[in-house]
């Protein structure tokens, strides 16, 4: 994998995270060849987020990363991706829609698609009495 794949891939996971996202971008069908002159097909990838009462969830298509080359943590607030290439790790942070609790992730990774669901902190206000 080339940088400009990696940047492809965060420039794509950028977009999920911008608070104007609605959901559904397509990334395009792109390849490129490796070190070994082997060509790479990177398929169209879908990624999508919603929330409802209690939780908070993403859904990434990581092609052609495998679930061993991708780690992810979460803070109240944050969400931090890492791809490991060539055995450098590439990472970004991401502010999260709403507070979250960090110990609640769920991540699933089948063929390159990442979900993962965070549980919603409760918020309550406290009233000055």
Same mark, same amino acid.
């Given at each position: 994998m080339?940088?400009k794949?990696i940047?492809?891939?965060f420039n794509?996971i950028?977009?999920?995270?911008?608070?104007?996202?609605?959901?559904?971008?397509?990334?395009t069908?792109? *390849?490129s060849?490796?070190? /070994?002159?082997?060509?790479?097909q990177?398929?169209?990838g879908? %990624?999508? #987020?919603f929330?409802?009462?209690?939780?908070?969830?993403?859904?990434?298509?990581l092609t052609?990363?495998?679930?061993?080359n991708?780690?992810?943590?979460?803070?109240?607030?944050h969400?931090?991706?890492?791809?490991?290439?060539?055995?450098? *790790?590439h990472?970004?942070? /991401?502010?999260?829609?709403?507070?979250?609790i960090?110990?609640? %992730?769920? #991540?699933?990774?089948v063929?390159?698609?990442?979900?993962?669901?965070?549980?919603?902190?409760?918020?309550?206000?406290?009233?000055?009495?």
């Open positions: 080339y940088p794949d940047d492809d891939i794509m950028d977009k999920l995270f911008n608070e104007d996202y609605r959901g559904g971008y397509m990334r069908t792109s *390849s060849k490796n070190d /070994y002159g082997e060509e790479k990177f398929s169209d879908y %990624m999508d #987020k929330t409802d009462k209690d939780n908070v969830y993403f859904t990434i298509d052609p990363m495998e679930e061993e991708v780690e992810v943590s979460v803070t109240r607030t969400i931090t991706i890492s791809l490991l290439i060539d055995g450098n *790790s990472s970004k942070s /991401y502010k999260l829609p709403v507070p979250v960090p110990k609640s %992730m769920k #991540k699933t990774f063929n390159s698609i990442m979900d993962i669901t965070l549980a919603k902190a409760e918020t309550k206000v406290i009233e000055d009495g």
